[in-house]
């Protein structure tokens, strides 16, 4: 055990055949820890926290032992290492003393098998902090960061239960369990210990031991360079034992795990970290090590860009024997900004401690292995991730991780949809960075390795990455980087691209044939992954055709026959042209037509503008030819195009076409003759052929050419077409007969019998009629070509034909100007004789031409009847006549005289024959005039013959009178319909108003009238103001109301309207008669408004009953069921009669009594102005009167006719009210009212009121303090042997003393008389005497008594705020009234409009005109109590800018020119307060004025705070000139204003609101404001700024001020905050707020709130407040 301890008399050592284990358990001490207590000095131990097992065995399970090589590589990156070494130690140690260890157990630890890690780095004081707070939880960095010793460094003990390494002079040994290192003085175990290198080899040379010739270390070395761990590997024995795994290795096991795993994870170490190297090696007990992998990596210099650099680096990796790997990588590295990152992720990432995001892509450029092994790629986070992805790119950024770190934070959504925050910082950098970084990569390799770009493009990937490559490929479109590879190798953007995307791979190829410098094929990267092409091109039919157009002159001798690629036109131009034309695109102009001799043309081409597809044609007899052989090769379709294709074409293109009829024809065209051409011998074969080979096609036929001159005429030498011989104007020689003659003569052309052209076998009038008109022929040609005898022939034989042939219009034009009919013209006799059919008018076929030709137009020819004339003349309806026609042309007289009368009736007859209704056009009256049928009326219906017996004239004449039925069927009236009744009507009415009408026979008329049903279908209105109804003279029935009555016209006659039937005559029988008894119910049924009074008539009805006769016959019965029916009819009526009703609001109408019929109460007649509903009293001294409970049932007629409504307040009840001893009261009242024992006494307004003194003490505080006090003497006046007086300070009214005095005895106060004003002074006194039952007793009084009205409310509101009255105050209705109302109210009497100022209750100014005050607008601080004091009082106010100080004149010629000498002087006629009280915050005002240290301002308020709570004014009840001081300092200290508008002083700023809003003082401010303004306008220098905006107009101009909610404001705001408010009012404008709110990531509510308090201090006040978002829809649209 050593002799060093063997002279210690304290240590007792223990049987040496106790074991550790036991020894431990028992707690003995080991004598390795006494001797490391005494070397203490030397040495520095540490206990690690409490429960690091545990954490360590959660850890470990998080930690696969597979990724433990990432978390050291990642640990010594971070660390500034540059190489990275492993290795399986597997060396056999000779035996040592258990002395060269810290403890035993330590010592079976160094002397077993390690796993070595090293490092070129070195440990700072962090990094073993670091390393022994690892996994507690204290780590800035948490679980996402990888390395610097966080939670991943406990990946080491997934094979030690120890950690030993050394670094610089230091020695550091890890021990979880406590059991290998020994304990301190206390028997704790320690967990982590730290020794000096130099102690280390001095003391415990074994631990060094299994160090010595590895990665250069030496037990001679004073300082290693670097840093080097060892981990003895975990015994199975061990794993038994151990707390923290129960999992054992050996080196065998090891070295596999460093063979496969670890080397897959170091060859992807290197890209984004600073390593330069990491291999790995194994030793046993050789001196050297044995090298199992090595990776080494050599960069190149990085190229910078904007936001990040790139750079190549070659990677060489050895793996044991076998022959080097050699790799070249491409590596895009960027880094954003922590300003460039959005504010939403700040808390997160100071939270985690993240550092600026970064972003690194990797690939290799390796061309063998570009195109032969599959891509493998992994997501990394400086190191890599077990994670492969299919990205053909390593994917590097600082992510946050999952707890195992083995993946990125990637949750799904939680049931609101939304992600936690750092899974949101994921996507972001997946979203908003990789794809940039991404696009760049691509760039540099579009112009750096064609092979490699396109193969970087990325895919369809895992879920995880997936976001970032649905982004990039929706910022494709817009991206700026050259990242596309076009054909001929030039780097383009994607705007300048065209994307091969077509599937048509003959489109590919010739496109590709063509080099188009901006064409990208193939495409790098699926057509599906492209979420939208808008804004780009791709290869669609549009854009092909473009491109074709473009590059016409290529794409021809691309299609040569002489081209250098022969197989693009034989492979590919049919496919190209079948995909154009299967889409969309016009295809004319494109060069890809190739034509049957090889040439190549294009679609639509003008000079080849007829191609067909090649065919060929039978003859018959003829040979067999094709269309090329006989039209020519260069109208055919080349060989090249399919038919398929060529079916597509047709229709899309100018020039392809199928040989059809416009084929045919087109081919034609330059070959046959004209339309009629003279025919030669050396072309009738040619015709024949051709005729033959049209006749024997189905298509295309002799038809299809049949307006073409291909038939020969026989007897001229002519050619015509096939049309021309079947128009009908050609006729077959054999098919003339007997008629061939004539006709011949006429000219019509013959023809022979031909092949195909078939003609019709015989004559027929139709189509003689057609040749007649291609001949021209007339009247005068017939005449001349054929003579009367061959004519006469021929007409008969027209005549004839018609019977039996069809006609169309021309037919019968041309039959109109043949000579085949007779006529006869009108007014005389005459031989009829032939004329052409269109000169001539048939008659009906039922009037003879003789009956009628006496009274028919002699300019004009008539013909009778006959049924040829009507086949020629069918449709002329103007030639044939019918009975109403020909009526209509027969010329009358005006006056039938006895002699015409044979030959009228004559044709009378004939016309009344047909019985038919409304073709007589004429019928004489009892006059012998000619009037229209409808006209006359029934000489035998007796309701005319009444009606019209002063009109003779409306009968038909006696002598036509034999055949009256038929006249009625022709129009005479003999029905009595609704027309009918009107006109008799109306007939009456003018002789009633000419005095014809006598009343027997409007009676006899009415009675007819109103029992006929007609008189259903008559509208009122048309006969409303008709007098022809007779009426009985009696109205109302009592006799002495008669004579109010309006009189009717003169007579016994009057129209409906005028009239009133029984049920309506008690609301109207003023304005209407009543109609006749004998009137039967039923008209009244049928028309219901008959009879029926109008609004305006009973309005006006009403007017007559209450101001015309109930002053003559008050309270009469019958004018009380009048008045009491008129209300009801207009109630029923309301919404008619409201506006007639509001006409007459002053008109006393209304009757306003509680009961008319009690036979006692005077009947009282009001206005509707007059009323006021709820009103509890009557007001004569207003003119206000309460509706009475008669008129309460009217209350819609009454607020129509101008009555107001009292609106019903109500006031809470009272918290607390005074609870007083009944019989106790009830005897000091008793003796109260005796003016016994009474020994005091109030002497006000003549009145003397004595009370008890101990009464008045007992009750009132406020008499308790005054009656016994110490001032008893200075308050009271007593002299001896009478009551004591009390002084009531001014107090004017009897009946507030008296209300407090009767409250002091009772509890309460008699208020059922009470006048407003008393109740006001009874709320002021009740507030001076500080009795707050009595103000609430009074607010309740006020509104008990409904004393809040329009013209008082204001007053009301004002007295309520002043006296505390804060229930009053605060109800809603009077707050109502007062936000409804300006503060000037205008009250309308009868002469003028009246301007009442309720504020000005407050101001008792006096006409201060001997005062003038003179102030400068810019002094400063400016003397704003001064001016308001001024103003106040009526000084007068000037404004002189050269004045440096104010200035008041008086008018015995004094100057006064200090502030407060000011104020005072003006305070002597402002109400006058406690002297002493005055003095104190006058002080305290000119203290306040200069006070800018922010505690002393805060205290100051806080002061006057507390002194407003319970106050109005600062002293006193009234205003003082101290109020004026005190808010003069405060609205001079801006520091002190900006306090006080942050609303923690409620109470003072309600007082200096109040203040503030005093008239006088508005006035005030508004004339300091207006000289400012002035000021600013005429100073040429105006605070630096311009003079002037040109052109502006005044009160046009409008400013902004737009700040951005991201902050305070500055300097530079305030200048423009400043400048916008001075040309606004300058030109006396607006000033807009505008909050520029398009950041978010930066706004704060706050910062608003701010802003808008800092531009108050400033006193700037915008117009109007905005932001930029409430017009983001304007903006986008523009």
Known sequence: MGSDYSSDDRLVLAHPGIGWGFAETIGLLRLSDKRFDAEDDLLRGRQQREGFQARILGALKGYQIESASTEWVANADNSGATKVGFMVHDATFRRSTSSWFLTPQSAELCQSPALVIWNNGRFTEEDYESLLSSGSGEQGAGHEVMGRFGLGALSFYHFTEMIMLVSGNRVMFLDPSGGHLPRNARGDKRTALIVSLDTCRN??????????????????????????????????????????SNRSFDTVELHTIMETRFFDQAKGSLFFSHLEEISAHGRDNLPTSSPIWSIRGTRQSPVEGVDGYHLEMSLEIRFKEFQPEKQDWLIHFAKKQPCGVPGMFSHLMRGRGLPPPSIGLAMRINHDVLTTTPTRSQIFATLPLPVEITLPVHVHAT?????????????????????????????????????????????TLAHRDSQAWSKCWPGTTEEVLQPMVTTFYERLAQTIHPVCLTVTGAAVTPAAAIFATSTSLHVRAILEALQLPDLVSPLPFGVALMPSWEGLRIDDDRTVTRLLRLNTPAVMQLFHPQSPQPSIVSEHLDGMIRYLAEGEEELNGLPLLQLGDGDITTFGDATHPWIFQDAVYSFGESRDVSISTLFGARH???PAITNQTCELLIGKVGNVRNLDVTGIRQLLAPLAPTNKATVTADRKAWLLDLLRFLDTHSTPNLQDTADLPLIPVINENIAISLNKARDGTVFDVTSLGNLGLPIMHLGVLVISSLPGVILEPALDLKRLLKAFRSLGLDVGTLNQRVSAQEWESLRQWIRNSLHSSTRNEEDRQTLLTLLIFEAQRGGQASVPSLHPARETRMLPMEVPLASVVRYLPSSVYFSDYSIELHLVLEGRRDQMLSLEGLVNRLEL???????????????????ISQQRRGVIPFVPDMDRILRRPEELYDHRVHPFVVAFGTRPAMF????????????????????????????CATALDEDARRGALDPVRAAEFWMAFANDNANRKISLDTIARLRFIPYPHERRGVVEFEEFARPLPDGDIASPDELVRMEFLSVVWTQRARFLGTTPDFIFTINRRLGVPTVVQVVDHLEVLTTEIAPMFPSHPSLLDDLTETYNWLLDHIEDAGMFLEQRETSLLWLNVNDPRDGVTTWTWRSGRQLIFNLGFDDPEGDHYGVNIFLLRYRDLLMAAGADEQTQLTIPALEHEMRHDERLCREWESLRQNDLMTNIQFEVDGEIIKA????????????????AGPSQGAEVAISVGSPMVFQTDGITSAFAVRSVIDYAYRGSFAQASAAIRDLLALLELSNMWEIEDVKRQTERAIVELNLVRRETHEDILHRAVLYGATALAEMPHISTFYDESSHAIFLKDDHHLIEYDPRALIERPLIMAHYTIVLSATTTPFPFAALISAAYVSARVTFDPQVSSPLLKTSDGK???????????????????DSTKQATFMALAKNLTHVTVYSEVVSALDSLDDHAAYRTFLVGHTITSADFAVWGALKSNAQALGVLKRN?????????????????????????????AQKLRTNKTAASFTLGLPEAVEGKVVTRFPPEPSGYLHIGHTKAAILNQYFASMYKGQLIIRFDDTNPSKEKEEYETTILQDLELLEIRGDRLTHTSDYFQELHDH
């Open 1252 to 1267: 008890h003194r101990g009464v008045l003490a007992a009750a009132i505080p406020h008499f308790r303090a005054r009656l």
């Open 1455 to 1473: 100057h006064i020119t200090e502030a407060e000498v000011i104020i005072a002087t003006l305070g002597t006629h402002i109400t006058q307060g």
């Open 203 to 244: 003391k415990y040379p074994g631990h060094l031991q299994g160090l010595e010739g590895l990665f250069e270390f030496s037990q001679a070395t004073e300082d290693y360079k670097g840093t080097i761990f060892r981990l003895p590997l975990r015994t199975p024995q061990q794993a038994l034992e151990s707390k923290i």
């Open 636 to 638: 055919v379709v080349g």
């Open 399 to 443: 992510w946050i991780l999952t707890e195992d770190r083995r993946t990125i934070r990637f949750d799904a959504r939680d049931s609101d949809g939304e992600r936690p925050m750092d899974i949101k910082y994921n996507l972001y950098l997946l979203k908003d960075l990789i794809p940039e970084v991404y696009l760049r990569m691509l760039a």
């Open 893 to 911: 007289p005006t006056v039938i005289s006895p002699e015409e009368d044979h030959y009228f009736q004559q044709a009378l007859a004939v016309i």
């Open 1544 to 1572: 923690q002083h409620v109470h003072l700023q309600r007082w200096y609101t109040y203040i503030e809003t005093i008239p006088s003082t508005h006035r005030a401010l508004t004339s300091l404001a207006e000289a400012r």
């Open 956 to 983: 038909v004449h006696p002598e036509y009178r034999n055949n009256v039925d038929s006249l009625v069927r022709a129009g005479v009236r003999t029905v009595i319909d609704a027309p009918s009744l009107i006109q």
